[in-house]
């Protein structure tokens, strides 16, 4: 590969992912600055899964490849970040094969980002863009200790700032928001779709450049909305009737907890505590200041609303 092609090459893991095949689409498609040459970094890159991906975003020029690799493999991160310029990184509380049983296990997370910073570090990757979100122990002052997810998210993105020179970092609104959650029909949240707009900030904030956004944390975040908005919005674009349902936060709980494993309960149901009574003048899990939204200005871009999503996806509720 020339060094005109490997100055052109994005590494994105968790490629076959919502957020990952977003930004794998995003990347082969941005008009901003010379196309990307994209590296899909996948466990098994002849899983349909992965095939799919190559089938649906492949270019007329083959820029998309699929690479193996694993982040809980660190020699296997070396090899495919090899030559590229940068890479889109996340992590998950999910470890594939593995149940989460205590809490103790989620840690396998902050394990993985230290394999990717890594991985970037010895291969000289000049920015790396990570899926972050906030300290949620910080941000109520103590109250909410155990939202492990969203820490070792953070920690992961407090070891990268010490690390690596050339790094940013975007916060999507955390996880996928129904009409039945444990939240008051009118507390407002933010609203993110994860694959386009985490896309269309990923491609971006490449295409400016890491001298312009290394250090920055951009917040992926549309504009507030309440379940009970939520459910008139589907409506009115819909024409589907929809109502709020909220649940306990124990029954939430144990919904998340299926997907995650026993020991994700108790995070899952600080998360939607805190997010309950997060306070209404800051954004992001009471994070950061309302300001902070504005960031993506400075990009050109703002994320999508509720409703701009439900238009894009044509989604209209569930299935038979």
């Known amino acids: 590969m020339s060094s005109t092609q490997s100055q052109q090459t994005i590494v994105v893991v968790g490629a076959t992912g919502i957020q990952g095949s977003g930004i794998v689409r995003a990347l082969l498609t941005s008009k901003s600055g010379a196309p990307w040459s994209v590296r899909a970094l996948t466990q098994n890159p002849n899983s349909d899964k992965a095939q799919k991906l190559l089938s649906d975003y492949q270019t007329t020029d083959n820029r998309l490849r699929l690479v193996s690799g694993n982040v809980y493999d660190e020699a296997s991160l070396r090899s495919a970040f090899e030559g590229a310029y940068g890479v889109f990184a996340m992590t998950s509380e999910r470890h594939p094969g593995k149940r989460i049983t205590e809490e103790e296990d989620l840690k396998h997370e902050i394990g993985a980002g230290r394999s990717i910073i890594a991985a970037a570090k010895e291969c000289g990757v000049k920015h790396l863009v990570y899926s972050s979100l906030p300290d949620t122990v910080e941000a109520s002052e103590g109250r909410f200790k155990r939202i492990h997810h969203m820490n070792n998210k953070h920690a992961v993105e407090q070891l990268a700032r010490k690390e690596l020179d050339g790094v940013t970092f975007l916060i999507p609104e955390d996880g996928v928001i129904h009409f039945c959650i444990p939240l008051p029909g009118d507390k407002k949240t933010q609203w993110t779709d994860p694959a386009h707009d985490l896309g269309a900030f990923t491609a971006k904030i490449f295409a400016s450049g890491v001298s312009k956004t290394k250090g920055r944390t951009y917040l992926a975040l549309g504009p507030r909305i309440s379940p009970k908005g939520m459910a008139e919005t589907f409506t009115r674009v819909t024409g589907k009737p929809a109502v709020v349902s909220p649940i306990s936060f124990e029954e939430f709980g144990d919904l998340s907890s299926a997907l995650v494993g026993p020991a994700f309960k108790e995070d899952a149901i600080e998360m939607m505590q ?44 569930p299935g038979p």
């Open 274 to 317: 805190w997010t309950a009574v997060a306070p209404d003048d800051k954004t992001c899990f009471g994070a950061f200041e309302m300001e902070a939204e504005r960031a993506g200005e400075e990009l050109g871009l703002k994320a999508s609303s509720f409703e701009e999503w439900l238009i894009r996806s044509g989604w209209s509720g």
